[in-house]
């Protein structure tokens, strides 16, 4: 079956970049459920792979569930429902990001990953390389892997890349987790900067730290995906849209508009 993309209301290309100072309130963002498709992509077997129902924490919200079955078609080599912002790409310089993900309770363990939430690469110059940010859950754990190359496209290998895992702790179901990254995404050694907060925890920093590939452009994803088997028949995420915001951003910003709202403020984020 297809994969479902569909375009950008030709409006909301007008105005795109009007909100650099602030989360951006035209890319991504929360929607209804008929105007899904006017701020986001799909890549998924089916359109029936996500819906839309209440916060099984109960705060009201109404979020995005994707799931996968054993019987579905790869899209894109992957077996994946996961969804990303029209018109984000960003090749360098300052950008945020917020994703929440929840585990629903009838989470199967199984030391297979699973690609929950993720900063890709939609760019030829990075085909064939990991993302430069992923969260998984491999097993009962769940971690985030950084990957960054500086070597130009025609050198750039999976072999020559850059690669660190952050494990995060046990993979906890019926909760929320909400990262936020703000990145200066930057390919050349010894430039670029990453932090990274999950529940306000700040659990990475680096500075003059490439994270990037060169000419890459790089937009982020919510949903589930497999790197590789399956290993179980089924697999639902539950996320809460994806936010992306300018320079100026802040944390708390982010985290004000997250499922985690109530119980981080800022007096509880990590600075």
Not at 88 to 101: D, F, K, L, N, Q
Request: with cysteine; hydrophobic share 40%; proline share 6%.
């Amino acid at each position: 079956m297809s994969t479902f993309k569909q375009a950008c209301l030709l409006s909301s290309l007008l105005f795109c970049g009007a909100a650099s100072a602030q989360i951006d309130p035209l890319i991504g963002g929360v929607t209804t459920p008929s105007a899904f498709y006017d701020r986001y992509a799909l890549d998924s077997a089916s359109g029936g792979n996500i819906s839309f129902i209440p916060d099984p924490a109960g705060s009201g919200r109404t979020v995005v569930s994707s799931v996968v079955r054993s019987t579905d078609t790869p899209v894109g080599g992957l077996m994946r429902t996961d969804y990303y912002p029209l018109n984000e790409s960003t090749a360098s310089g300052v950008r945020w990001y917020g994703i929440s993900v929840f585990l629903p309770a009838d989470w199967v363990v199984h030391p297979n990953p699973t690609v929950i939430a993720q900063i890709d690469s939609s760019s030829t110059n990075a085909a064939g390389q990991a993302a430069p940010l992923t969260l998984l859950v491999r097993g009962g754990g769940l971690e985030l892997n950084l990957n960054t190359n500086f070597f130009d496209p025609a050198n750039a290998t999976a072999d020559n890349s850059a690669r660190q895992v952050i494990q995060l702790g046990p993979a906890i179901t019926n909760r929320w987790y909400c990262l936020v990254v703000r990145a200066d995404w930057e390919a050349a050694l010894a430039t670029g900067a990453t932090t990274m907060w999950m529940n306000g925890e700040k659990v990475f920093n680096a500075a003059n730290s490439s994270n990037s590939y060169y000419g890459a452009l790089q937009r982020p994803r919510a949903g589930v995906s497999f790197p590789g088997l399956m290993g179980v028949t089924e697999r639902t995420v539950i996320s809460d849209f994806i936010r992306v915001g300018g320079a100026t951003t802040t944390t708390l910003q982010m985290y004000q508009n997250s499922p985690c709202s109530t119980f981080i403020n800022g007096s509880t984020i990590q600075w």
